[in-house]
């Protein structure tokens, strides 16, 4: 029986990278660490959360004694990293949060794995370290890093954190690092799910400057198939970049979930820019594709269309998470913009 700690499972990917292992691999049990931060929630694991190969734990990534206990308490062999600060807009009003959780959390699940000689480490990076491409071109996993938001310079520290235990220690490590997620329970500060929000609700969307920035999505089950492939697959010591060929401009994506919702193109509103605003990602994902057989299950209109549809059938849960901290989140991020 594999036995591995995956962190952060209570957010956007980790939760359905926990209902994917316990939906496909009946010979893997999984402990969830996760602080429950306003990114994190129980209810994204209905269903599973009492699922005989699972075990949730509250508690932070930076706690070195309480990660060391579930170690020894589960006898877990890998670790999974998700658990981050993970948007990019609240990385610039407020960095120091993912300073302690992104790189000291980070150092703290290093540091058990390596007192407690695990099998693997799997980082859980973003195609961000590599900073913002031009025109043309896509990033390798050759590509110097090069962060521009404090989002992607602590993810960029973490990589390096994760690199130098094991060319210090020989911990056996794997780096993901992966385009823009979309899918279910992504939380609506993120660019799909909130403009799904808005327009359900027959409010603004926020479109930051002319629109014309570049992601390359990538359906969050197909992210999930990937990175179960590097945790059982790859040889220690690798990265793999994972995108899914879909490249984007936000004002194409706003306008295709305005058409699927029925609503009208005037609710588009552009705003104030991001400050230094990446202007184009695109992944080359040929490494995943040969060494590992990996393959994206959906097309992106597929993709999207499954959204919709979740987000559609899942009012009560966008209702929750869009109650209390949330309205002040946004009046302080969008007001007067
Ligand atoms: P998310 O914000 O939805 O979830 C993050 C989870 O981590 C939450 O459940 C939160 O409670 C938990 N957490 C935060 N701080 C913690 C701490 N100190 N200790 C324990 N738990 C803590 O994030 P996501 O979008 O699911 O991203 C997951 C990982 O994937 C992150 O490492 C992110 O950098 C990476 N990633 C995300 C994307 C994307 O498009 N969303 C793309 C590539 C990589
Ligand atoms: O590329 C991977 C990264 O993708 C992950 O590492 C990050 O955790 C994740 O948040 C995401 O970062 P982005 O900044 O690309 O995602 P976000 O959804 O915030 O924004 C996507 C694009 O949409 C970006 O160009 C900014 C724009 N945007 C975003 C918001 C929230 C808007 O135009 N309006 C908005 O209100």
Same mark, same amino acid.
């Given at each position: 029986m594999r036995k591995i700690l995956v962190t952060g499972a209570a957010g956007f990917i980790g939760s359905n990278f926990v209902r994917m292992v316990l939906s496909e691999h009946d010979d893997c049990f999984v402990v969830n660490l996760d602080k429950l931060t306003? @990114? /994190?929630?129980? /209810?994204? !694991? @209905? /269903?599973f959360l009492d699922h005989h190969n699972h075990k949730f734990v509250k508690g932070d990534i930076c706690d070195g004694p309480l990660v060391e206990k579930i170690i020894d308490e589960h006898k877990i062999d890998s670790v999974v990293n998700f658990a981050a600060e993970?948007?990019?807009?609240? %990385?610039? =009003?407020?960095?120091?949060? $993912?300073i302690e959780t992104n790189v000291t959390g980070t150092l703290t699940l290093l540091e058990a794995a390596r007192a407690k000689k695990l099998q693997? $480490?799997?980082?859980?990076? =973003?195609?961000e370290v590599y900073g913002s491409l031009g025109v043309e071109g896509k990033f390798t996993e050759q590509t110097p890093l090069s962060p521009?938001?404090?989002?992607?310079a602590s993810k960029a520290a973490a990589d390096h954190l994760v690199k130098a235990f094991g060319h210090t220690w020989g911990l056996k490590w794997n780096i993901t690092r992966c385009s823009n997620n979309y899918g279910e329970y992504q939380f609506p500060e993120k660019m799909i799910p909130l403009m799904i929000n808005n327009a359900l609700n027959d409010k603004e969307l926020p479109v930051y400057g002319d629109g014309l920035n570049v992601r390359d999505w990538v359906y969050v089950y197909d992210h999930c198939t990937a990175i179960w492939?590097?945790?059982?697959? @790859?040889?220690a010591g690798e990265i793999y970049n994972i995108g899914g060929c879909?490249?984007? =401009?936000? !004002?194409e994506v706003v306008g295709l979930i305005l058409e699927r919702l029925g609503k009208p193109k005037s609710l588009i509103k552009h705003v104030t820019d991001r400050p230094g605003h990446d202007r184009r990602y695109a992944i080359d994902? %040929?490494?995943i594709v040969e060494q590992l057989s990996w393959q994206p299950s959906v097309t992106f209109e597929e993709g999207i269309n499954k959204t919709i549809d979740?987000?559609?059938?899942?009012?009560e849960w966008l209702r929750n998470v869009t109650s209390g901290e949330y309205k002040k989140y946004y009046d302080s991020m969008y007001s007067g913009r």
């Open positions: 306003y @990114a /994190g929630n129980l /209810g994204n !694991l @209905a /269903g993970t948007h990019v807009d609240r %990385s610039i =009003t407020g960095p120091k949060v $993912f693997r $480490f799997v980082q859980l990076s =973003t195609d521009n938001s404090p989002y992607s492939k590097v945790l059982t697959e @790859a040889e879909n490249e984007k =401009t936000n !004002l994902s %040929s490494k979740w987000y559609l059938q899942n009012q």
